[in-house]
Each structure stands twice: as structure tokens, then as C-alpha cells.
Nanobody, 115 residues
Framework: QVQFVESGGGLVQSGGSLRLSCAASVIMFSDSSVGWYRQAPKKQRELVATILSSGGTNYADSVKGRFTISRDNGKNRMYLQMNSLKPDDTAVYYC?????????WGQGTQVTVSS
């Protein structure tokens, strides 16, 4: 069974930084495209960033230039470095495959950015 476990969230002031980590129990992780998603209160879950098996990356316009997605295939881990955080970045952040695997969402990690 595929599992994703997120960590690294917290409370940070506007302009601050956080680094999220995702541990993935995925067979052949290195061959998988994966992504970070987030869900703010009363909003639908949205795609934040993706990283392909080739290492290619893509970002939502709202985070481009501020967030960096990376992966360590040897550790089956994925990361999201978030800089210049804004209150609008407040959300629960999840990692999953890209496209996401239904039913394999983890509990997420809460990121709260205060103004």
C-alpha cells in the first residue's frame, strides 16, 4: 500500500521560511512523478508543485519563484522549500503522486503564516 507522510509544517511570520518533508513508501519511487498539494480553509485542494521522475519541476503561479520542490530518490523522500511566505500560503500541505492517487492522501502538515 502506498503511503505518504508529511512533516515540517508550523507557524511562521510573513516573509519567513519553512521546509516540508515527505516520506513516500512507493515501489520504484525514482520512477514516479510526485507533487505537493495544499488545502486552505473552505477552499478546494490545489496543486502547488510537481517533480517528474526526470527531475523536471513545475509550480503554481502563486508560488513560482518562492517555493522549490526537490527529491532524494535514495531516501524515498521529497521536499518543499518555502521562502517569502505569505498569509495566503496558510493551508494544510499534502504530498502525493502526480497525478494524485485517490485514497492515498496522508494527514498533511499544517502551515500557518501570520501577518
Amino acid at each position: 500500500q502506498v503511503q505518504f507522510v508529511e512533516s515540517g509544517g508550523g507557524l511562521v511570520q510573513s516573509g519567513g521560511s519553512l521546509r516540508l518533508s515527505c516520506a513516500a513508501s512507493v515501489i520504484m519511487f525514482s520512477d514516479s512523478s510526485v507533487g505537493w498539494y495544499r488545502q486552505a480553509p473552505k477552499k478546494q485542494r490545489e496543486l502547488v508543485a510537481t517533480i517528474l521522475s526526470s527531475g523536471g519541476t513545475n509550480y503554481a503561479d502563486s508560488v513560482k519563484g518562492r517555493f522549490t520542490i526537490s527529491r532524494d530518490n535514495g531516501k524515498n523522500r521529497m521536499y518543499l522549500q518555502m521562502n517569502s511566505l505569505k498569509p495566503d500560503d496558510t493551508a494544510v500541505y499534502y504530498c502525493n503522486g502526480f497525478p494524485p492517487l485517490p485514497g492515498n492522501w496522508g494527514q498533511g502538515t499544517q502551515v500557518t503564516v501570520s501577518s
